[in-house]
């Protein structure tokens, strides 16, 4: 089991419930070590003391602020706390909002909040609660040495904290040139939004996320053992020219290629549907020997229970 980041409580009103903090996200990233490209040696990183040259320990590191030209002040973990002590052992829900009413550029990172000691029933209540009500509350608080705008979210039996960024820290979208609202004024017909539509819907489909798997590691590794096996370990790959290169030079039919993929995705639908067959009658189980003697004999009874199971799957 992952280990407690965070121990403190959730408040809202005057109501507490102790809770400890778990991260919800896990990383499954190859770890590439650096090195020198003279000579392919690992490279290796010192933390050392500026003024004698010295390598410092990790037990003799502390955190300061430079609040003068080369004048620190330091800053133990109970400087920290003492900061904003409420904030530092709870999460402060201060309001409660729509569900739906939090844009998706403003969520961050998930974590899950478990209940501590004698929390369970007013964890049980809040959690029922918003989920009734269809809120989420948000609120505010200080993780290890960071200040976090944070919605506690109800997700099937847990509270999840998913932390949220602040309204300054999202640049704003004048900062950048994007289409017009109106279509007209973007130079999109109505021809080209009725195919777009079609093609949208002929895509669309359930959210499931065990669809979509993660397979760059398994290509990086792929990649990696073609190397080896070639006696390419201490070659640097230069790059290709890219064939979109010259696609992007050429003038795009847009009407053309949504056809296209009108088209392409059509072909596709067939085989979804049956592949999603084939594993529905996979995970159907089949008739044991025994039931298919008591039904006749046991070549008519194959031949009948595993077809009926098919039909109702």
Do not use: C
Not at 21 to 40: C, E, G, N, T, V
Not at 86 to 108: G, H, L, M, R
């Amino acid at each position: 089991m992952a280990r407690a980041i965070w121990k403190g409580t959730i408040s809202f009103g005057l109501v507490n419930v102790p809770v400890e903090l778990y991260p919800a996200s896990q990383s499954h990233s190859l770890s590439f070590s650096m090195l020198d490209k003279r000579d392919f040696s690992p490279v290796g990183y010192k933390r050392y003391n500026k003024t004698t040259g010295a390598e410092v320990p990790w037990n003799d590191i502390v955190k300061g602020y430079e609040y003068e030209k080369d004048q620190f002040v330091v800053m133990s973990e109970e400087d920290f706390r003492r900061a904003n002590v409420q904030q530092a052992k709870s999460v402060e829900i201060s309001t409660f909002v729509d569900a739906n009413s939090v844009p998706p550029q403003y969520f961050e990172t998930p974590y899950y909040l478990v209940p501590g000691e004698r929390g369970q029933k007013v964890y049980a209540l809040l959690r029922e609660t918003m989920r009734t009500t269809g809120k989420i509350g948000v609120g505010q608080v200080v993780i290890r040495t960071s200040h976090h705008l944070a919605a506690v979210i109800p997700v099937g039996e847990a509270l999840m904290m998913i932390t949220l960024r602040y309204a300054k820290e999202l640049r704003a979208e004048k900062e950048f040139d994007f289409p017009p609202m109106s279509l007209k004024s973007a130079g999109v017909t109505p021809k080209e939004l009725d195919l777009a539509k079609k093609l949208i819907e002929d895509m669309a489909g359930e959210w499931d996320p065990n669809e979509f798997e993660d397979t760059y590691n398994e290509d990086l590794l792929q990649r990696i053992e073609e190397k080896v096996k070639r006696g390419e370990t201490k070659v640097l790959t230069k790059p290709e020219g890219e064939a979109g290169e010259a696609r992007s030079a050429q003038v795009i039919d847009l009407m053309e290629l949504l056809k296209r993929s009108i088209d392409k995705t059509a072909t596709r639908a067939p085989k979804r549907a049956a592949a999603a067959e084939q594993e529905e009658e996979e995970e159907a189980p089949a008739a044991p020997a025994a039931r298919a003697r008591k039904a006749g004999t046991a070549k008519a009874a194959a031949e009948r229970k595993p077809a009926a199971r098919r039909k109702r799957a």
